[in-house]
């Protein structure tokens, strides 16, 4: 299922971020616009790869599996001591390569059983216009996710509502307050095939 709400207006509207000519790849060009947009930008763009040892990347590779795992057993499987596995993932968090420990919510056990993919297109793209959707964003707590893209919208957005209606109720608050917004599709996820936050370690 897939729906489409244009805002009807005169004005063409212009991307929100740069387009790379090919349309396969989802870039994020550092630039003084995006450093408006986004405060931390220069935190997230052209960040320096830390040099992981071997028992780093398998502490890695145990904590995406099971964040609640004991030192004992976490050290046992990395084969170092509990203090020296402790200091590891201490170093881990602090140097922000672990960034959080959560816990995983089934969404239909709490009745929030609908998502949605919606490709967002702007009308333009100055970063005073922009200050209201990123704050949209970031205030409502059903957007799981939200990334600048490129291809034919600027972004895409993923939202886990409770129903339809209860979509179609987010939707029109996001136009009521984005008047920079010029029309968004959105699909319906049919079936879940595969949803998870961890990161390939080799």
Known sequence: MRREYHRRRGVAGCSSCDKDASENLRIIPYSLHWAGVFPDFRDFVGISIMTLTKADREILKLMQQDATITLAALSERVGLSQSSTQRRLQKLRDDKVILRDVSV???????????????????RDRPELLQPFMRWIAETPEVQEAWCTSGRGDYTLVIL??????????????????????????????????????????
């Not at 209860?166 to 008047?179: G, K, P, S, T």
């Open 161 to 202: 509502a409770q129903s339809v209606e209860h979509f179609d109720v987010l939707a029109d608050r996001m136009m009521e307050l984005n008047r920079n917004i010029r029309k968004f599709t959105t699909s319906v996820v049919l079936k879940t095939l595969k949803r998870t936050l961890a990161v390939h370690i080799d």
């Open 105 to 123: 919510v089934d969404p239909k056990a709490i009745g929030s059983a609908v998502s949605m993919l919606v490709e967002v297109e702007l009308e």
